[in-house]
C-alpha cells in the first residue's frame, strides 16, 4: 500500500524548515573546535581597512576575496569572535539547503524535496562546512543559487537568462572550482542549450580576467599532492562522510560511524535510481565535478581537495532522500532500517566534528593559554615565519603585552595575511638591544626545533633552552637569555 508522509502544506514550509534546521545544527557547539590556520587567514584579512584588503588579494587569496568583503561586513555587525565568524557560515548553509528543497522539488517531486531535509544534516562532509569560518559554506549556497535560477531560467526564459549568468558569476567568484559545475549546468539545460551556452558564454567572457589573475596565484596550493587511491576514496567516501577531520581516535568516528553511513547512503542512493532526468543530474552533480578535478590534478597540476567540492553533497542528499522515499512507498521497514543506520552513522562524527581540537586537531586555544601564563616583563616574542603568527591572530587577548621583535613588516603595510620578517640577525640584534631575559620562539611544527637555524642562533648568542613544547599547529619553546 502506498502511504504518504504527514507533510507541511506547501513546499516552502519545507524549505524554510531545512534551512533552520541547517543553520541552527551549524550553530550548536560552533564555538567548542578551537580557531584553526585557515580560519586565521580570515581573521587577519577582515581584521584590516577595506584598502588593505583589496591590497591582500593582489598577491594572495584573491579566490575568496568574495567571502572575505563578505565577512568583512558581517564582522563589522557581530565581532571577530569564534563564534560570531562561524555564524556567516551557518546562515549561509541554512540557505543552501532551504534552496535545496526547491532544486530537489524541480529536479524529483515534493516528496523527495521532504525527505532531503533529513538528508542535508546527515552528510559530515556537507554540515561542517557551516560551523568553519571560510568560504565552503558560501559556495555551497551560490553553486545551489546558480542551479535553481537555472531551472527558473529553463523553464520562464527571458530575464532568468540573465539572472543565471549572475549567479554563475557569483559562483565562480565564490569558489573558482564550480566552474566545473557547468558540466552540470549543462544536463540540465539541454533542451534549452542555445540560451543556456550564451548566458553561459557571457558569464565566461566577463569572468575571463578574474580566472586568469586567479590562476597566476596558483603556487597558493602548491602543497596539494594526488594519490590515485587516496583520491577515489576521497570522491566516493570521505567527501561525504567524514568532512573535516576531527582529532578522535575513537573507532566509532574513525571507522564503524563513518562505514555505517556510507554503507546505508550509498544503499539509498542505489535503491533510489530513477530513469529521470533528475536523478542523472544529482549523480553528475555529487561525483563528476570531483572526478574531473582529480582527473586533471593527475595529469597535470592538483587542484583537488575535498573541502573544495562540498558543494557537491548537497545533490548527494538528494539521492539519498531518493531512495528513502522509495523505499518509505513500498518496502518501509528496509527504508526505517536504513535511514536509522544513517542517522546512527552521521552522530558520532558530527559530534566529534564539534570537539575542542576537532578541526585537524590544531589547537591555537591550547597555544594561547601557555603564552597567557608567561611573564610579560623581561620576554619578547621571535616568530620563526610569519605563519607561525596565527595563533596571535586565533587569539590575540592571550598576546597583549608580548612584543614581536621579528616583525619586518605588518600584515597591513606589507599586503600579506601574517606579516614579513626581518632577518634572523636583526631580530636576535633588537632582542639583545632591548636587553629581554626571555625568548618565546614560535614556529610551525612540521620541521622540529633542532632543525631549525634559529636554535644554534639564539644559543650562540648566549640564550639556553629551558622548555620545548608542540602545540598543534605552532610550537613553542621558552630560552633564558644572558646576551652576548
Known sequence: MTTVPVRPRTIRTWALLAGAAAALLSLAWSWRPSI???????????????????????????????????????????????????????????????????????????????????????LPGLTWSGFDARSSAFSCFTSMLAVWVLLKAKARGGRWWVLYAAALMLSVFVQLLTVIALVVHLVIARERWRPWVLSAAVALVL????????????????????????????????????????????????????????????????????????????????????????????????????????????????????GIDRLWRSRRPLGVALTVAAVLG??????????????????????????????????????????????SIAYPSSFTGLQDFSLGQSPVASGTLFGVNAPDSTTLARLKAAHVRHVLLLYEFQTPLRKRPQLPELQAAGCTLQWDKVISRTSAAWFECTWR
Not at 549523480?283 to 582529480?294: E, K, Q, R, T
Not at 552522530?347 to 611573564?375: E, M, N, W
Open 346 to 391: 552521521a552522530l558520532p562524527v558530527t559530534v566529534a566534528q564539534r570537539g575542542p581540537h576537532a578541526k585537524y586537531d590544531q589547537d591555537y586555544r591550547l597555544l594561547a593559554s601557555y603564552v597567557r601564563a608567561l611573564p610579560r616583563a623581561g620576554t619578547g616574542v621571535f616568530y620563526a615565519t610569519p605563519a607561525s603568527r596565527a595563533g
Open 207 to 322: 569572468l575571463a580576467p578574474f580566472i586568469l589573475a586567479a590562476h597566476g596565484q596558483q603556487g597558493q596550493i602548491s602543497w596539494l599532492h594526488i594519490q590515485p587511491l587516496d583520491s577515489a576514496v576521497s570522491v566516493g567516501f570521505s567527501q561525504f562522510f567524514l568532512g573535516m577531520r576531527s582529532d578522535s581516535r575513537n573507532p566509532l568516528v574513525t571507522i564503524v560511524g563513518p562505514a555505517l553511513l556510507g554503507a546505508s547512503a550509498w544503499a539509498l542512493v542505489v535503491i533510489g535510481w530513477r530513469r529521470s532526468r533528475g536523478w542523472a543530474v544529482a549523480l553528475i552533480w555529487a561525483l563528476v565535478p570531483a572526478m574531473l578535478a582529480v582527473a586533471w590534478s593527475l595529469v597535470a597540476s592538483p587542484i583537488y581537495q575535498e573541502r573544495y567540492f562540498s558543494w557537491c553533497a548537497p545533490a548527494y542528499a538528494m539521492l539519498m532522500a531518493a
Open 36 to 122: 584553526w590556520f585557515d580560519e586565521t587567514a580570515s581573521l587577519s584579512a577582515v581584521r584590516r581597512p577595506w584598502w588593505s584588503l583589496i591590497d591582500v588579494v593582489h598577491h594572495v587569496d584573491l579566490v575568496h576575496l568574495t567571502f572575505y568583503s563578505l565577512l568583512r561586513c558581517w564582522s563589522d555587525v557581530f565581532g571577530t569572535s569564534g563564534f560570531a565568524i562561524r555564524s556567516l557560515s551557518a546562515v549561509l548553509l541554512g540557505a543552501c539547503c532551504a534552496l535545496g528543497v526547491l532544486v530537489a522539488k524541480e529536479l524529483f517531486d515534493e516528496r523527495v524535496a521532504a525527505w532531503s531535509t533529513l538528508t542535508f544534516l546527515l
